[in-house]
């Protein structure tokens, strides 16, 4: 995106009234998912600007970095001061998490199955082979685990204006108006590489129907396309959230063996049985 005659990259993009409505509904999808899903260890892979993990009451969480802070990425500073939605005050809104580490997404410093949540927020866009990424993600999470993905729909208003800025700017027309951030994966071919991993989608929504418009007085004359979008198109959102579950084949979990009360034994029946007694003799004792 150009701003006085420069192009912006993706931290100060957040920043614009476009990046703040949709850091705003993604808030709201996450927030609302991740606060009713327990276990000990969750992680997010990048985008620490979108705290994912804020409302997740586990007690161990992780925000990765593919980067060091500062080179060309969001670090841990603009993760406590990304801009709030609307109506969320700043002494209302929840703690951030805290620890930042950088890591290869493509090979992630966790045993197998030591996870209970990992949260994509385009960190698949952004990573250089999402396929590994995937099978990493996969490889961490502990059966039944969780993992929750937001990226850009190519099938949507802002994907079209994407695409057709690029193909201006080769003729020297001008930026595009999304920061460049790798290519868009599409909703149903992330659920396709999602089922050879052996995951089941457990739900999924669009969201931000609105154009892709630079102020915000704009974006407001709009507004009526959000009810619209989610009820006549639901699937050409700009943006979409994912939640799908780590299934393993021949395996069944099983609750809490309880010990159950032992039951007394009925006592056995008692049969009265006659006995057959030998004849006696006919004559008596004296006879002869």
């Not at 808030?27 to 409302?55: I, N």
């Not at 204006?161 to 992330?190: D, K, N, S, T, V």
Request: charged share 20%; net charge positive; glycine share 10%.
């Amino acid at each position: 995106m150009r701003q006085e005659g420069r192009i912006i990259g993706l931290e100060e993009w957040l920043l614009t009234p476009a990046g703040r409505y949709l850091l705003a509904w993604e808030r709201e999808q996450v927030d609302r998912t991740v606060a009713d899903l327990f276990g000990f260890h969750a992680v997010q892979l990048g985008w620490p600007c979108l705290d994912a993990l804020r409302h997740n009451r586990m007690p161990h969480r992780w925000v990765m970095l593919d980067r060091p802070p500062g080179s060309g990425q969001a670090g841990p500073q603009t993760l406590l001061h990304a801009p709030l939605p609307e109506g969320d005050e700043p002494s209302s809104a929840p703690q951030p998490t805290a620890h930042a580490v950088v890591a290869d997404f493509h090979a992630l410093p966790f045993e197998t199955q030591s996870l209970d949540l990992v949260v994509l927020p385009h960190s698949l866009e952004l990573a250089g082979d999402p396929h590994q990424t995937l099978r990493e993600v996969e490889r961490v999470l502990v059966p039944e685990g969780k993992v929750v993905i937001l990226g850009f729909n190519p099938a949507s208003l802002w994907g079209l204006q994407q695409r057709c800025a690029r193909m201006g700017m080769r003729l020297g027309l001008g930026a595009p108006p999304l920061p460049e951030m790798g290519e868009f994966i599409g909703y149903w071919r992330l659920r396709d590489w999602l089922r050879l991993l052996n995951f089941e989608i457990e739900g999924g929504r669009f969201g931000c129907y609105r154009p892709l418009l630079r102020t915000q007085s704009w974006l407001d004359r709009y507004r009526w396309m959000e009810p619209a979008g989610d009820r006549w198109w639901p699937v050409l959102g700009a943006v979409y959230f994912l939640v799908a579950v780590k299934r393993v084949r021949g395996m069944r979990l099983i609750g809490p063996a309880w010990k159950q009360r032992q039951r007394a034994k009925p006592a056995p029946a008692v049969v009265a049985r006659r006995e057959r007694h030998p004849p006696s003799n006919a004559s008596g004792p004296g006879s002869s």
